[in-house]
C-alpha cells in the first residue's frame, strides 16, 4: 500500500537556526511528493512539490524540500527559521491506485522560538 | 479574487440533525474536493468531483451525500450527524489542466456534533 509518514508529531527551533521537517514515503514508481502548511484557523497553502528532475526542490516562503530516493524520503527544510514560520505542516504524495488523490501525512508541528 | 469560501465557519449540531456545508470556488477549477481533517490523522478525503455533474467516493464517505451544483459550487450534506462526524471540514478546488497542480483551500467549516 501506498503511505506517507512525518515521523515527528512537534519539532522545535530557535529563530535563526536551520529547520528540518522529516517525511518518509512509499509508492509503487516514481513519486510525486508535496508539502503544504496550514496556519492556525486556516486552510492549508501549497509550498512545493517534487515530480521529476532536480533533488532539490526550492518552493514559496524559503523552503525547499530534498528528494532522496534511496532513502525514500522527501524532508523540508529551510536554513534560517522565523518565528513566522510557525504552524502544521503536510507531506503528501500522489496514489496512483485512487484516481491519483493526494495520501497525506499526519501532519508535524513546527514551533519556532524567539 | 476569493479563492474558495466555505460557509459557514462554525456549526454545532445535536446528534440527528441534518446540515449543509457550502463551498465555492472562483478560479474556474473542474475539480472540487471535500476533506475531513482530524487531530493526528492528517486530511482524509471525503468526496470529490472531476468535474461539473460527476462525483466520486473517497476515502471516508459514510455518512454524507455531495452535490456539484454547478463548476463554482460543490456542497456536502450530513443527513444524520453523529459525534464522529464532529472535525474540521475543507473544501479544495485545483485546476486540472497540470496534471500535479496544487490543490486550494477554504478556511474550513468546524463542526461540533453532540
Known amino acids: 500500500a501506498q503511505s506517507v509518514a512525518q515521523p515527528e508529531d512537534q519539532v522545535n527551533v530557535a529563530e535563526g537556526n536551520p529547520l528540518t521537517v522529516k517525511c518518509t514515503y512509499s509508492?509503487?514508481?516514481?513519486?510525486?511528493l508535496f508539502w503544504y502548511v496550514q496556519y492556525p484557523n486556516r486552510g492549508l497553502q501549497f509550498l512545493l512539490k517534487y515530480i521529476t528532475g532536480d533533488n532539490l526542490v526550492k518552493g514559496s516562503y524559503g523552503f525547499e524540500a530534498e528528494f532522496n530516493k534511496s532513502q525514500t524520503s522527501f524532508h523540508l527544510k529551510k536554513p534560517s527559521a522565523l518565528v513566522s514560520d510557525s504552524a502544521l505542516y503536510f507531506c503528501?504524495?500522489?496514489?496512483?491506485?485512487?484516481?491519483?488523490?493526494?495520501?497525506w501525512g499526519a501532519g508535524t508541528k513546527l514551533i519556532i522560538k524567539p | 479574487n476569493a479563492g474558495v469560501t466555505q460557509t459557514p465557519k462554525f456549526q454545532v449540531l445535536k446528534t440527528g440533525q441534518s446540515m449543509t456545508l457550502q463551498c465555492a470556488q472562483d478560479m474556474n477549477h473542474n475539480s472540487m474536493y471535500w476533506y475531513r481533517q482530524d487531530p493526528g490523522m492528517g486530511l482524509r478525503l471525503i468526496y470529490y468531483?472531476?468535474?461539473?455533474?460527476?462525483?466520486d467516493k473517497g476515502e471516508v464517505p459514510n455518512g454524507y451525500n455531495v452535490s456539484r451544483l454547478n463548476k463554482r459550487e460543490f456542497s456536502l450534506r450530513l443527513e444524520s450527524a453523529a459525534p464522529s462526524q464532529t472535525s474540521v471540514y475543507f473544501c479544495?478546488?485545483?485546476?486540472?489542466?497540470?496534471?500535479?497542480?496544487?490543490?486550494?483551500f477554504g478556511n474550513g467549516t468546524r463542526l461540533t456534533v453532540t
Open positions: 479544495a478546488s485545483r485546476d486540472e489542466t497540470g496534471a500535479n497542480s496544487p490543490l486550494h
Open positions: 503528501a504524495v500522489r496514489d496512483f491506485y485512487s484516481n491519483y488523490q493526494l495520501i
Open positions: 509508492v509503487s514508481g516514481n513519486p510525486y
Open positions: 468531483s472531476a468535474s461539473e455533474g460527476t462525483t
